[in-house]
């Protein structure tokens, strides 16, 4: 079975600072894709960041980047110049490539602290 | 604009009532979804739908019903067997495709709150 775990439930970061979210999962698939999902307060969700697992390359888009660790089963989220609309909770999740489930993590909440 | 609309955005139930929430895209997706989110539980999948006329279980289908009559539309009925029905309710879509895997659209949720 497919699992992801968040082992930190808040955290917070200082306004203009860099920020990781950890992530590990479980998975015995070869083909699967890791995403990072933002929840803000006004609770609409919305996707982040996205790895293919047969990608080396680190997914990066705008401030955010990744950083997958396939042997290690890690993908952890990195959250460069922090800003105060980065505040939400935020979901690691995975999907296999030949499914339709998507399964998440129990999320991580980020303050930032102006 | 394209995008999910759930309503009612709150919605209160009085113990052995069933209540049905809407979920409604115009994105012309294939699949859509209901999780259910609770505090420190992160999402949790109910039903799934990848097309028409056909929907699976989720990991906790138990005490709900779905339908998929139309492609966009995807309600769910919250029956009077589901223990503990008192949650924030996510509908989403997404593209069929390996290549769209996992890229989900959501709406802003419903809360439904059982007195």
Redesign the interface.
């Known amino acids: 079975a497919q699992t992801v775990t968040q082992s930190q439930p808040e955290m917070s970061v200082q306004e203009a600072e860099t920020v990781t979210l950890s992530c590990t999962y479980d998975t015995s698939e070869s083909d699967y894709y890791l995403f990072w999902y933002k929840q803000p307060p006004s609770r609409q969700m919305i996707l982040v960041i996205r790895q293919e697992a047969y990608k080396q390359q680190n997914a990066t888009e705008n401030r955010f980047s990744v950083n997958f660790q396939k042997a290690a089963k890690s993908f952890s989220l990195k959250i460069s110049d922090s800003q105060l609309g980065d505040a939400a909770m935020y979901f690691c999740a995975s999907i296999r490539a030949r499914d339709d489930k998507i399964i998440f993590g129990k999320g991580t909440r980020l303050h930032i602290l102006p | 604009d394209g995008g999910i609309t759930q309503s009612p955005k709150y919605l209160f139930r009085k113990e052995g009532q069933n209540v049905t929430l809407s979920c409604e895209q115009n994105l012309n997706h294939d699949?859509m979804y209901w999780?259910r989110q609770d505090p420190?539980?992160?999402?949790?999948?109910i039903y799934?739908s990848?097309i028409v006329n056909d929907f699976q279980k989720?990991d906790i289908a138990e005490g709900y019903s779905v339908s998929r009559e139309k492609k966009e539309s995807f309600p769910l009925t919250v029956t009077s067997a589901q223990k503990n029905p008192t949650a924030?309710y996510?509908c989403?879509s997404s593209i069929a495709g390996?290549q769209f895997?996992?890229?989900?659209f959501?709406?802003?949720?419903s809360r439904l709150t059982v007195l």
């Not at chain 2, 895997?101 to 989900?104: F, K, R, V, Y």
């Not at chain 2, 959501?106 to 949720?109: A, K, P, Q, T, Y």
């Open positions: 699949a999780y420190g539980q992160g999402l949790r999948l799934y990848q989720g924030f996510l989403a390996v895997a996992g890229e989900l959501f709406g802003e949720g």
